[in-house]
Structure formats: structure tokens, C-alpha cells
């Protein structure tokens, strides 16, 4: 089979490999659409230690879907023909490889195959091309409901990217209408626009004072601030978090899906004072993938539109170099299979 070999930054490598091997616990799936991460983007430009993609050489690859093939003696809840959805955490022994998992290849071996944890099967009318963003779309929809907004939250995302907007788009399906996106790059403000996002072009306009016109101030224990209850920061430097402790208004919420190392600075009188939460949100949980595959086939807003670019395995240098361009490209996939 074919397959993908990253050897360190801008170098991979087309293979021909044997089909892995599944034990009897394990399926072998024939994938037919992986999407590349900003991380795999990351391991791509500057090398694997700064992607998960290590050690190098490896495989990677975490995105992906596509039909079981195989099925070893002792799975009793998938078949043969069965359209999935593999959350890569299910094909490596250590939980720290996940971009290691090999979805850029054509075939893989789950080996811990638990269905509706690692494994989930598709509805049909939910494409395999589209099936593969639901890796992603799990991490928006997990950074988003780290704060648990409801229909009555105000809220304020940071980041038109490809999660922010996958974020957004699950809010929208939740029915969360005080809704403001605020994004500097043009590109991405443009197709957030056409999706039907309100986004603020940050660039010059500061957010929190945009949402206080749009959703009013609100005063409690003496600090009037922008009446915004949630802020989701999809974008994930700590500047945000910084501004965020400032600008945030009392009793609200802060989720963060941020890898930044930068220190803040934090007055924990302020914080107590203002009663603040604030999230991590790291990958996501099986409950968070209900949610996707649920917002995937019913939500209104085709938010598979963020795809820009699929390529052929054999493509993959172009294909790296559209997902390298911040510019352009949102989300690009392989079509590995494209008639499963
Ligand atoms: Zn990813």
C-alpha cells in the first residue's frame, strides 16, 4: 500500500509498504479522505517535535475515515463494510502519538476498536470526504462546551479558522444567537461572512468594545464591562487569556484550546472578584463527537465548505504547500480512496 513517511521538516517521503496487521481485537480500515492539521502543518514547516509528529521518521496522519476491511476474531461490534469514523488515539499504544497514527496511508490498523469511544460508525448521508473533518470539528465543539454555553450565553469567539469556525457553527446549531467572531485575516473574515458569521475584523477594532455596542455592558460588583458571558478562544495565544482577565466581565467564562507558553500576568484579587472561569480545553471527549457527527448532518450552516483544497496522496507536495499558506487554504484533505 502507499503511505506517507515524514522524515523532518518540508521532507516526506511517498512509501509502498505492506498492509498492516490487525490481531484479534483489532480492525484494518481502508481510509478514504485524511485532512491535515495545523499540526501536522507545524511538524511539516518546522519539524515533527513541534507537530506530535516525533520521534521522526514516522507516520502521521490523524484525521481520517473510511470502510473496515477486516476484522479480527474477537470484535463482535464492527463488520466488514462498516463506514467509520477512527479516533486516532485508537491506533497508537501511547497516547502522546496521536499525530503519529498513519492516516495518510491507505490502510490502518485500529487496535483498540471501542465503538462509540474509539470507533464510531457513520450515517450514511454523511460523506467520507466530509467525515473527515469531524477530528477537528471534535476539538471546536470540545473548547466550546468546556464552558457550557446555553441559548442565553453571550458569546465571543476568537478565531475564523478552521476550528473557530467549526466552533461557531456548533453554536449556531445549538441556537446561541448573540454570537460575534472576531478574526483579523481577510480570507478567513470573507468565508466566515458567507457562512452567515457576525464577525469583527479585529485588526484595528477592539473586540470586547465591538460586542459592548452590540450586546450592551453589563455592571456587577462595581466593574462594568462588556456584556459578554462566554468567550471562546480559538485562536489560542495568551494574549487573549491576558485580555480576557482585563477586559472579561464579572461571572463569565473563558475556554482556551491554546498551546501558548508565554506567562500572564494574573491579579487573583481581580479574579476572585470577578468571579471568572476559565477552561482548558484539550482534544476531545466521545460526547463531543455525538455532537459533530449530530451538527455535521443537520446542522444548517455547510460548514464542509472550509475545505479548500483535496489532493491525491501522490500530491502531497502541493498538497502541504496549500495547507502551509495560511492565506488561502483552510482545510485540505487527501483523497486517498475516493470511491469507497
Ligand atoms: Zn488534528
Redesign the pocket.
Known amino acids: 500500500m502507499k503511505r506517507l513517511w515524514f522524515k523532518g521538516a518540508g521532507d516526506v517521503e511517498l512509501q509502498e509498504v505492506p498492509i498492516p496487521e490487525i490481531d484479534e481485537n483489532g480492525i484494518l480500515v481502508k481510509i478514504a479522505y485524511a485532512?491535515i492539521?495545523?499540526?501536522?502543518v507545524h511538524g511539516y514547516t518546522k519539524g515533527g517535535m513541534f507537530g506530535g509528529i516525533y520521534p521522526e521518521p514516522n507516520t502521521f496522519g490523524?484525521?481520517f475515515a473510511g470502510v473496515v476491511v477486516e476484522t479480527g476474531a474477537a470484535v463482535v461490534d464492527f463488520k466488514v463494510g462498516d463506514r467509520v469514523w477512527v479516533d486516532p488515539l485508537g491506533c497508537v499504544r501511547d497516547p502522546r502519538l496521536t499525530?503519529t497514527a498513519g492516516g495518510f496511508g491507505e490502510y490502518i490498523a485500529v487496535i483498540k476498536p471501542v465503538k462509540d469511544v474509539t470507533v464510531f460508525i457513520l450515517p450514511d448521508e454523511l460523506s467520507f470526504k466530509n467525515a473527515s473533518l469531524i477530528?477537528?470539528f471534535g476539538?471546536g465543539v470540545h473548547t466550546k462546551n468546556r464552558a457550557k454555553p446555553t441559548v442565553d450565553d453571550k458569546v465571543l469567539l476568537f478565531g475564523a479558522g478552521p476550528i473557530g469556525l467549526m466552533a461557531w457553527s456548533a453554536l449556531k446549531h445549538q441556537g446561541i444567537e448573540n454570537l460575534i467572531v472576531a478574526e483579523r485575516m481577510p480570507s478567513r473574515i470573507e468565508l466566515a461572512r458567507s457562512l452567515g458569521a457576525h464577525v469583527v475584523d479585529n485588526t484595528d477594532i477592539d473586540a470586547y468594545e465591538y460586542a459592548a455596542e452590540q450586546f450592551g455592558t453589563a455592571t456587577v460588583n462595581a466593574y462594568e464591562r462588556p456584556d459578554v458571558t462566554v468567550v471562546v478562544d480559538c485562536v489560542g495565544i495568551g494574549a487573549l487569556m491576558g485580555e480576557y482577565l482585563e477586559k472579561g466581565r464579572c461571572n463569565s467564562r473563558f475556554t482556551t484550546l491554546g498551546l501558548d507558553q508565554t506567562p500572564l500576568t494574573i491579579k487573583p484579587g481581580e479574579f476572585m472578584s470577578k468571579q471568572f472561569s476559565v477552561f482548558g480545553a484539550r482534544g476531545y471527549e466521545p460526547v463531543d463527537i455525538k455532537e459533530v457527527i449530530e451538527v455535521l448532518v443537520n446542522g444548517e450552516v455547510d460548514i464542509t465548505r472550509i475545505i479548500t483544497g483535496v489532493y491525491a496522496l501522490e500530491d502531497y507536495e502541493a498538497a502541504f504547500a496549500a495547507a502551509c499558506d495560511r492565506n488561502s487554504g483552510m482545510k485540505v484533505v487527501f483523497e486517498i480512496d475516493g470511491t469507497l
Open positions: 485532512g492539521c495545523g499540526s501536522d490523524h484525521e499525530c477530528e477537528p476539538v
